[in-house]
């Protein structure tokens, strides 16, 4: 994939892969319950494994020399690998999205993880509220991936009609706004984006026109990811401010 699960950056930032594909059953990868977290074999194997390799390939990580990262960030032990609910999900697989066959292996990788925002279920009265809260919880120069249960992602039909995750990303993109003032006045906005927007590149050009008092996105579309995984041992989901960077083929590494 050509990303590496270390990085030099201040912001602490670490990697995230997630697997689609037979490959997950071949090798005995967690999708359900506990996939996340440090309970599976080869999940775990796999992140640790792809962490030590990059760190190797950086010079060792070593803080103050090759490593700048100034909080440091846990997510780095294993790199957050874990394999896509595909059975349990509604919709199709996050492989298909980005151009694959349901057929094949692939994983696709992030980088930039470091924020996470969390909670239980998509309430009937007020899920619009509790979403539009938890994303402006994100840095808006970060990208959302919203990493959802398939209670949740059921949820997300029964009470919002989005049958499929290309509506559920328009929604988010429509309706998570700021001020432009505030948007603005980010510092993460004015390093890296503020410089694209006065060189002309849009959307952002004609974000920096508007009104102070103006809602402007808080993301692109191109930039919301949705994946489903967990266990179904409750509705809790999350969304995992990251950057989504590519979906490789596994099955050309056979």
Known sequence: TEVSARGSTTSSMAAMAMVNGPIRHEIGMNWAMGAMGPYNHANATIG???????QNLQGGSVPGQTYMGSQGNSYGYNSVTFAENEERSPWE???VTKGFRPEESTVSVWSGIRATAFT??????H???HLLNMLRGIDPRTRP???????TARQCIDRGGFDTKEK????IHENATLPA?????????QNYIYPRALNGEEPYATWLQAAEDEPIPMFRLEDIEVAVVGGETNGYWRIMGGYYQTTASVDLWR
């Open 48 to 54: 640790r494994a792809y962490g030590l390799l990059s």
């Open 93 to 95: 697989p996050f492989h």
């Open 120 to 125: 239980l279920g998509l309430r009937e009265r």
């Open 127 to 129: 899920w619009r509220e």
């Open 145 to 151: 991936t919203l990493l959802l249960d398939p209670i």
């Open 168 to 171: 559920l990303i328009a929604w």
């Open 181 to 189: 003032s505030v948007y603005w006045d980010y510092q993460l906005v």
